[in-house]
Antibody, heavy 119, light 107 residues
Framework: EVQLVESGGDLVQPGGSLTLSCAASGFSLSNYNMHWVRQAPGKGLEWVSYISSSSGSIHYADSVRGRFTISGDNAKNSLYLQMNSLRDEDTAVYYC????????????WGQGTTVTVSS | EIVMTQSPATLSVSPGERATLSCRASQSITSNLAWYQQKPGQAPRLLIYGASTRATGIPARFSASGSGTEFTLTISSLQSEDFAVYYCQQYNNWPVTFGQGTKVEIK
């Protein structure tokens, strides 16, 4: 079964750091590009970051550029999001999602992990 | 950045009725548009890609059309499981952007 499972969400103080993980199963990350998407409480979806399977192409939303770093470990079949200098407005459920090269859309999503930034 | 605008924000529909959701892009995205369904407490689910192609396992009552800047998602006969929030998303340009969502609620 194709599955994504996020972990690492936590309560963190403003200015703090956190690393999210996304474990893939049923497929190999070496063959797929990946996204991180977040959803603040009661709000819509916001794209955060993208990485190609080779890590040769990386994109960030303006709201996180310079603070967040996306990476992948194909050997561990896992995706990561290193988040630094966290702000209140980073509070959200963070989803990893698989990019479908065939469709261009996000065809597989994890269940999400919750990040709360608060003092 | 391409701004995606969905309308209406909320759509009240009776079960069995037809629902029509709209999505407009601030500039042409050709057919690089997807629709997602999200139920409370769940992750989004891909419904449509390429503006009009149903994803695997999506019932035929979901149909979509459009190109350029104007797009439509139609649910022909609403079932109880279809009451949810629907998002459009463009993947023509970076950054990828989502609409703000349309909530389809029971009338």
């Amino acid at each position: 079964e194709v599955q994504l499972v996020e972990s690492g969400g936590d309560l963190v103080q403003p200015g703090g750091s956190l690393t999210l993980s996304c474990a893939a199963s049923g497929f190999s990350l070496s063959n797929y590009n990946m996204h991180w998407v977040r959803q603040a409480p009661g709000k819509g979806l916001e794209w955060v970051s993208y990485i190609s399977s080779s890590s040769g192409s990386i994109h960030y939303a303006d709201s996180v550029r310079g603070r967040f770093t996306i990476s992948g470990d194909n050997a561990k079949n896992s995706l990561y999001l290193q988040m630094n200098s966290l702000r209140d407005e980073d509070t959200a459920v963070y989803y990893c999602a698989r990019y479908s090269g065939y469709s261009g859309a996000m065809d597989v999503w994890g269940q999400g992990t919750t990040v709360t930034v608060s003092s | 950045e391409i701004v995606m605008t969905q309308s209406p924000a909320t759509l009240s529909v009776s079960p069995g009725e037809r629902a029509t959701l709209s999505c407009r892009a601030s500039q042409s995205i050709t057919s690089n548009l997807a629709w997602y369904q999200q139920k409370p407490g769940q992750a989004p689910r891909l419904l449509i890609y390429g503006a009009s192609t149903r994803a695997t396992g999506i019932p035929a009552r979901f149909s979509a059309s459009g190109s350029g800047t104007e797009f439509t998602l139609t649910i022909s006969s609403l079932q109880s499981e279809d009451f949810a929030v629907y998002y459009c998303q463009q993947y023509n340009n970076w950054p990828v952007t989502f609409g703000q969502g349309t909530k389809v609620e029971i009338k």
